[in-house]
């Protein structure tokens, strides 16, 4: 019986493929998202209020995967650019409510050709694309279920 030692080999890991992935990807994301004003990490937080405001912080970081550590040094910055604004819940003065402001929701506009030009990048049709999306939800959920 031949052994093989094929997953010992950097390029045999799954995990550094995905690595590779995301960091090329999110390079490529910089040019782009510069003249926003924003870095990948606060595009992905626009990403999500733009999506469903207001969100109380906690709420925001459910849903990006993020503690409150790494989430309010970026939502800090993005208050400090007068694209989004935190306010005590009135229900619960324990929660901080997230909400866009008028140059947030305007930014909005300016995000569609980001994700036009990354579109044309990633060189792969709609179909592969909502398949891949679809092999790397599997993915992170077999890991999240244990």
């Given at each position: 019986?031949?052994?093989?030692?094929?997953?010992?080999?950097?390029?045999?890991?799954?995990?550094?493929?995905?690595?590779?992935?995301?960091?090329?990807?999110?390079?490529?994301y910089?040019p782009?998202?510069?003249?926003?004003?924003l870095?990948y990490?606060q595009?992905?937080?626009?990403?999500?209020?733009?999506?469903?405001e207001?969100?109380?912080?906690?709420?925001?970081?459910?849903?990006?995967?993020?503690?409150?550590?790494?989430?309010?040094?970026?939502?800090?910055?993005l208050?400090?650019k007068?694209?989004?604004?935190?306010?005590?819940?009135?229900?619960?003065?324990?929660?901080?409510?997230?909400?866009?402001?008028?140059?947030?929701?305007?930014?909005?506009?300016?995000?569609?050709?980001?994700?036009?030009?990354?579109?044309?990048?990633?060189?792969?049709?709609?179909?592969?694309l909502?398949?891949?999306?679809?092999?790397l939800?599997?993915?992170?959920?077999?890991?999240?279920?244990k």
């Amino acid at each position: 019986m031949k052994k093989s030692l094929d997953f010992l080999y950097l390029d045999g890991q799954p995990c550094f493929k995905l690595y590779l992935a995301s960091k090329t990807i999110i390079q490529s994301y910089g040019p782009l998202l510069k003249p926003l004003g924003l870095t990948y990490p606060q595009y992905l937080v626009m990403l999500v209020l733009w999506e469903a405001e207001p969100m109380s912080v906690k709420e925001l970081g459910n849903r990006l995967h993020l503690d409150s550590g790494t989430l309010s040094p970026l939502l800090k910055k993005l208050q400090d650019k007068k694209i989004v604004e935190k306010v005590r819940s009135k229900e619960d003065e324990r929660s901080v409510v997230i909400s866009l402001t008028a140059a947030g929701k305007k930014l909005k506009e300016k995000a569609f050709s980001v994700q036009s030009s990354i579109r044309q990048e990633i060189c792969l049709n709609d179909q592969r694309l909502n398949e891949l999306t679809s092999m790397l939800d599997e993915f992170t959920a077999s890991f999240q279920d244990k």
